[in-house]
């Protein structure tokens, strides 16, 4: 199993699990180290897929739930990967409130399916923020809410999270061929959103000789510090839950 480290201020090197598993017994401040820890990564998952206005309660929603379902980790998988699981269902659960025509449909796996062939732009989204220093960069983000919104999540773990496709087909619980075949298709549609939004070609040529780098760069420049945005503290929600042993 690989696990995500980083070394903590004043102390040894603890990692994402014995922090979750920490917090499950009731220790608030592995806790509030796990939400610091992964902040940048969650609040990237849901930048550019939901208003600005909601990502801070599904960035809490989503450490919340990471701890409710502990019983269901068994660490087969990294953290990472079952945390960006818990935040894509997350979403799913979101949109589905927000967006009733979609909640209406028979089941809720075709709702499911309905809510990932939408494009995230669809769900109302404010223009790409002037965060980003590049027209190519602003390019790149105004194509990814332009496709089908699971090609978007797939896109984004790979370049902005640097998941493997195995990783990915782990945290959206899809067979490994599938989540190849999600980043295959993503780049298919992610390039013809670009030639679309190009406002010449020159532009375009840019952004797709040097993919790989604007994306690298968009990520970085998503990438708020927890301290600067969220307050640990509103995880003492968590306090009302019960500790669960695993299964």
Known sequence: MRVHETDMSDGPTVDDVALLEAWCRGDRAAGAALFERHYASVARFFHNKVSDAAQEDLIHETFLACLEGISRFRGQASFRT????????????????????????????????????????????????????????????????????????????????????????????????????????????????????????????????????????VQAQLAPAAGANADPDALAGADALEARPRE
Do not use: C
């Open 82 to 217: 079952y945390l960006f699981g818990i935040a894509h269902r997350v979403l799913a659960d979101h949109l589905r409130r927000r967006h009733r025509r979609v909640a209406r449909l028979g089941s809720q796996a075709e709702a499911d399916a309905a809510l990932e062939e939408t494009p995230a732009i669809v769900f109302g989204l404010s223009p790409v923020a002037t965060a980003v220093h590049r027209e190519e960069q602003r390019l790149l983000l105004e194509a990814l809410r332009r496709i089908p919104l699971i090609h978007q999540v797939s896109l984004e773990l790979h370049y902005w999270e640097e998941l493997t496709a195995a990783e990915i087909g782990e945290a959206l619980g899809v067979p490994l061929g599938t989540a190849k075949t999600r980043l295959r298709d993503g780049r298919i549609y992610l390039e013809q959103q670009l030639r679309e939004l190009a406002r010449s070609p020159e532009q375009l040529q840019s952004t797709l000789d040097n993919l790989d780098r604007w994306a690298r760069r």
